[in-house]
Nanobody, 123 residues
């Protein structure tokens, strides 16, 4: 399974680091994606990273503010979020699949999904 952590309440302009930890399998051969869903909105793909960490991609809405990284030795993927805005408020979830393209487009049928962690950006 995948378990997200690190969410919480933060003021606009603040930072949070989310973690996506795998248990029961190793992340080495999996691409990972971070997704978010705000109330009443469609799920949005935020970022994705290849199994090697050599390729990353970001949604335009977070480019330059968010950074995805992975530590395969710790079986964990991170999402560093800086300069947070109220419109970043959402439940953030991670997903894993060997197919990088599938992960980066947020397609159906990925092998693993986490349950999500809530990020609230508010003063």
């Amino acid at each position: 399974e995948l378990v997200e952590s690190g969410g919480g309440l933060v003021q606009p302009g603040g930072s949070l680091r989310l973690s996506c930890a795998a248990s029961g399998f190793t992340l080495d051969d999996y691409a990972i994606g971070w997704f978010r869903q705000a109330p009443g909105k469609e799920r949005e793909r935020v970022s994705c990273i290849a199994s090697s960490g050599g390729s990353t991609n970001y949604a335009d809405s977070v480019k330059g503010r968010f950074t995805i990284s992975r530590d395969n030795a710790k079986n964990t993927v991170y999402l560093q979020m800086n300069s947070l805005k109220p419109e970043d408020t959402a439940v953030y979830s991670c997903a894993a699949d060997p197919d990088l393209q599938l992960v980066c487009v947020g397609g159906l049928g990925m092998d693993y999904w986490g349950k999500g962690t809530l990020v609230t950006v508010s003063s």
